[in-house]
């Protein structure tokens, strides 16, 4: 069965419960035999030395990495990596587990290929999170840990979240991710500020040598985030990820004026996002590019923007897990009209 037919199906059932579903096959899949997974990779994975990259001391088989929000709880770690991924990101999760907002919470905007979410960082908690990576780890692909506060947790304490999770994952993961800019978890947000960034990173390299992402909104003033940037560079931060889901309702022709918009409708405003604060960025820090990218034409051109990494979420909801392999390969093509014979020398192009 092909995705466009298994999408038939799965769009006829609610969004999230639809998620549930290709989690537990995904699951079956790896549980049952890995000669299942062998078959996925051998369907799916590119492998081609233009891709390949070493950042933050990391090995990178391709660019191509799964954004934060898929797999919450590292239950799915094993059958993502063969469908050809270069890097992948657990979480959002939190010290202890918490079951997120209200239901529902997961609108498929079936006509503009886009979701709106409003989870809440649901997931089920650090402890029973750590099981399971103690299980895979090392792993063979970069594991990024992106992490949260609870939604109990008041901001003035919300260091100590942060700190815990650093502590109990400084073995379990390559990198971790710092998610302040979720709109789903209430006044979040207000933690993207140079002040918390800066007592964050200070306390974080006492912690922990694994590198330190910083991941933003799409909504801030392009000065105010240059400046954020800056700032957590200058305090430690190995990197951004620009950008996490949008709070822009204009967008939408539907009345919910609540939770975070993500997929093609914020292509152009992500992109746009991405290359104003890139132009400042671009040499300074590393910048991973997420927010609407569906095709290796949007990837390519993030990349050229500045970004040395990519990640996908929503694309794989509306394109299935092809999109992986086909956003590598039409690199591997872009590259070759380019006359660029590794990624590393489209990085910024645009820039120069």
Same mark, same amino acid.
């Given at each position: 069965m092909n995705y466009n037919s298994l999408k038939s199906l799965l769009f006829k059932l609610d969004a999230e419960m639809a998620h549930l579903l290709a989690e537990y096959s995904l699951r079956s899949i790896s549980a049952i035999s890995p000669v299942f997974l062998n078959i996925l990779a051998h369907s799916y994975m590119v492998n081609d030395e233009s891709l390949e990259q070493n950042?933050? @001391?990391?090995?990178?088989?391709?660019? %191509?990495?799964?954004?934060?929000?898929?797999?919450?709880? =590292? &239950?799915?770690?094993?059958?993502l990596s063969s469908l050809g991924f270069g890097f992948l990101e657990f979480g959002t999760f939190t010290p202890k587990a918490q079951s997120g907002n209200?239901?529902?919470?997961?609108?498929r905007l079936i006509k503009d290929e886009s979701l709106q979410n409003a989870m809440g960082f649901n997931n089920k908690g650090a402890h029973f999170i750590a099981q399971?990576?103690?299980?895979?780890?090392? *792993? %063979?692909?970069?594991?990024?840990?992106?992490? @949260? #506060?609870? #939604?109990?947790?008041?901001?003035?304490?919300?260091l100590n979240d942060y700190f815990s999770l650093l502590k109990s994952f400084d073995n379990l993961s390559d990198y971790f991710v710092i998610n302040i800019s979720s709109p789903n978890t209430k006044n979040l947000r207000q933690l993207q500020s140079s002040s918390f960034l800066k007592e964050l990173l200070s306390e974080a390299k006492n912690i922990s040598k694994k590198p330190i992402l910083i991941?933003? =909104?799409?909504?801030?003033?392009?000065?105010?985030?240059?400046?954020?940037?800056? !700032?957590? &560079?200058?305090?430690?931060a190995s990197g951004f990820i620009i950008a996490n889901t949008s709070v822009d309702y204009t967008l939408l022709d539907n009345n919910?004026? *609540?939770?975070?918009? !993500?997929?093609?409708?914020?292509?152009?405003? !992500? @992109?746009?996002? *991405?290359k104003n604060v890139a132009k400042e960025l671009f040499n300074k820090t590393l910048l991973i590019a997420s927010g609407g990218i569906d095709s290796a034409e949007v990837a390519y051109e993030r990349i050229k923007n500045g970004a040395s990494l990519i990640q996908i *979420?929503?694309?794989? %909801?509306?394109?299935?897990? !092809?999109? %992986?392999?086909?956003?590598?390969l039409g690199f591997i093509e872009c590259l070759k009209k380019d006359g660029f014979s590794n990624i590393k020398e489209a990085i910024g192009v645009n820039l120069k």
């Amino acid at each position: 069965m092909n995705y466009n037919s298994l999408k038939s199906l799965l769009f006829k059932l609610d969004a999230e419960m639809a998620h549930l579903l290709a989690e537990y096959s995904l699951r079956s899949i790896s549980a049952i035999s890995p000669v299942f997974l062998n078959i996925l990779a051998h369907s799916y994975m590119v492998n081609d030395e233009s891709l390949e990259q070493n950042l933050l @001391g990391l090995d990178f088989y391709n660019p %191509v990495g799964l954004a934060g929000g898929f797999d919450k709880n =590292a &239950t799915m770690i094993k059958p993502l990596s063969s469908l050809g991924f270069g890097f992948l990101e657990f979480g959002t999760f939190t010290p202890k587990a918490q079951s997120g907002n209200e239901k529902p919470r997961l609108f498929r905007l079936i006509k503009d290929e886009s979701l709106q979410n409003a989870m809440g960082f649901n997931n089920k908690g650090a402890h029973f999170i750590a099981q399971r990576l103690k299980k895979l780890y090392p *792993f %063979v692909l970069p594991l990024g840990a992106n992490i @949260g #506060k609870n #939604k109990l947790t008041p901001n003035e304490e919300a260091l100590n979240d942060y700190f815990s999770l650093l502590k109990s994952f400084d073995n379990l993961s390559d990198y971790f991710v710092i998610n302040i800019s979720s709109p789903n978890t209430k006044n979040l947000r207000q933690l993207q500020s140079s002040s918390f960034l800066k007592e964050l990173l200070s306390e974080a390299k006492n912690i922990s040598k694994k590198p330190i992402l910083i991941k933003i =909104a799409p909504d801030m003033d392009y000065k105010d985030a240059i400046l954020l940037c800056q !700032s957590g &560079t200058e305090f430690g931060a190995s990197g951004f990820i620009i950008a996490n889901t949008s709070v822009d309702y204009t967008l939408l022709d539907n009345n919910r004026t *609540f939770g975070g918009i !993500s997929g093609k409708l914020i292509q152009e405003k !992500s @992109g746009i996002f *991405f290359k104003n604060v890139a132009k400042e960025l671009f040499n300074k820090t590393l910048l991973i590019a997420s927010g609407g990218i569906d095709s290796a034409e949007v990837a390519y051109e993030r990349i050229k923007n500045g970004a040395s990494l990519i990640q996908i *979420f929503t694309g794989l %909801v509306f394109k299935g897990p !092809s999109l %992986v392999k086909d956003i590598n390969l039409g690199f591997i093509e872009c590259l070759k009209k380019d006359g660029f014979s590794n990624i590393k020398e489209a990085i910024g192009v645009n820039l120069k």
